[in-house]
Every structure is written in structure tokens, then in C-alpha cells.
Nanobody, 119 residues
């Protein structure tokens, strides 16, 4: 299983970005795609998670400015970010968890894409 994240870059405070990530390989139809981020020198944190049935979960601190969505046919997940702040700077990583089949519970990580928000 491989995940490739795209869409990071430099953006001024208050701006918006849309990240995308495509998961390929042996992915069971029941799965959950997630976005995490890791600011420099800090721990990795969950932003949001979306299951194959469209059910979403957001970290409490991430509601309002971040929206997760997906295209099931391509196992592609998006993260729309708005009103970005300098503290949103970090590496954004996509993640997939198998929710069915013999690999139930197996997790995979993508390489991440860097988002830099200037003040």
C-alpha cells in the first residue's frame, strides 16, 4: 500500500490550501482515510478521519477551518484548509487504516507534504 500526498506549499496567514492524497495497492473496501499533521519539534496530531461510508471525525481543535472529504472509487482523500494561521505550519501526512479483510487494523502512512503559513 502506498500513499502520496500533494498540495502543500507557502501561504500567507488567512489563506487557504487544499491537500490531496491517493492511496493505492491492496486496500480493502472498508477503510478509513485520515489526515495528521506534525509541526516542527512537536508531536503528530490527528486532524480528521473519514470512513468509506463517508462518516467523519474531527479532532476538537480542528473543527471549523478544516474539511475532510474523499472519492471512494479512487481512495483519494482531500483536506480543505481555510483561514490558515502560522501555527498550522507543519508536515501534513495522510494515513489509511484497513477496516475489513485479513489485514483488519493494519495502518499505512504517506510521506507527507509541507505546509508553511507566513505571518
Amino acid at each position: 500500500v502506498q500513499l502520496q500526498a500533494f498540495g502543500g506549499g507557502f501561504v500567507p496567514a488567512g489563506g487557504s490550501l487544499r491537500l490531496s492524497c491517493t492511496a493505492s495497492g491492496n486496500i480493502f473496501r472498508e477503510n478509513a482515510l485520515s489526515w495528521y499533521r506534525q509541526p516542527t519539534g512537536k508531536r503528530r496530531e490527528l486532524i480528521a478521519r473519514i470512513k468509506d461510508d463517508g462518516a467523519t471525525e474531527y479532532a476538537r481543535s480542528m473543527t471549523g477551518r478544516f474539511t475532510i472529504s474523499r472519492e471512494n472509487g479512487q481512495n483519494t482523500v482531500y483536506l480543505q484548509m481555510s483561514d490558515l494561521r502560522p501555527e498550522d505550519t507543519g508536515v501534513y501526512l495522510c494515513h489509511v487504516e484497513q477496516l475489513g479483510g485479513k489485514d483488519y487494523g493494519t495502518e499505512y502512512w504517506g510521506g507527507g507534504t509541507l505546509v508553511t503559513v507566513s505571518s
